[in-house]
């Protein structure tokens, strides 16, 4: 299982065995970076905050003690590094209104879509573009509500596993993926709702 | 069930996080009510859209030793910053005063040296005088010497000369 083998790669580090150390960075540099990308929405800030939950790694080597799972641990470094990043550098990006993306439409935040696009090659680009909304919207949410809704859909976490990652009850997590859900549905729906094969969908 | 609860959990429900018996009651109410279904089929449009994300390439910037490294640079940094807080009589010289500091100390030192004779009666290579008279110049334009040893030397030149 997984978390045997990263607490055995913790320990091994604990011993002084540098290759332990060594393969839990190769584990999980990458879903930390995707983690901290979608939370800050910044790659460079992305990239010094993967390294300081690794600095933060080294430093807690010598008191470790498997108490939790290792990816929760490992995790609730993450969220709290990138909570403080995110608080520290203010990120106030409510004040700007989210950019329009699909041409044709006059206001993407509600409200029905009156040109359509026609189905098309277009297809590759719309999902950029919706991917490019997704973040946008992702950095605008509440930081619980974001960490929450990322640790669930991108890394596969239970409720339970959030609330021990965020220090909270399953109760407030549930709450706050919902609110998170209802905030990307919000958004999204008017986009959503023109994509070709939903139409298919909806014959069920 | 009514609707505005089942719409609460929808999320929830969606996730399987449900107790088991609230699972089935908003699978029940959903069967059966066309407007909840088109809530839950919104939601799951979302939720699709959030999980095709693209997980974008991160290569790979910094290697596991230099963290390693870096763990370890921090560490003794932090330690030089404990001691500071330890040991705050270890306060930084102001430029201005460092020469008369080190002649201070020079001074005390080779007031130190006097007290022990027998380290005079050491012998002194050629090579070490030379080196020695270097030192001297030093010594004069009030640069800090900080070689114990070197003192040692000197005095023991001091005494073979003087």
Redesign the interface.
Known sequence: MGNTEDIQDMLAFQRGD?RG??RL??RY??PL??YL??FTGN?AVA?ELM?EV??RL??AAGTYEPRSAFRTWLYQIATNVGRNEVRRREYSVKKEPLSPLISGTQNGLGGAISNPPSASPEDMAR?RQ??EL??QVLSRMPEKQRAA?LL???HGF??REISDVMNLRTGAV?SL??RA??T??KY??PY?GILPQ?GE??AM | MRCNKVRNNLTAFLDRELPENLQEAVENHLASCPSCQQERKALERVQQTLEGMEVPPFEETVSPETILEMARTRTSASKEQSRKIRHPWLVPVPRGWQPVLALATVLAAIGIWNAFPLLKALPLPTAQEIYLAERIELFENLELIQDLALLEMMEATEGEHG
């Open positions: 540098e150390f060594h960075f190769q540099r990458g970076m995707n990308y979608r790659r990239e390294q690794f600095l080294c430093r999902a919706m991917e997704t973040q809704l669930r859909r991108h239970s409720y549930k993926i919902h859900t209802g990307l549905r999204l729906d959503l939903e969908k909806d």
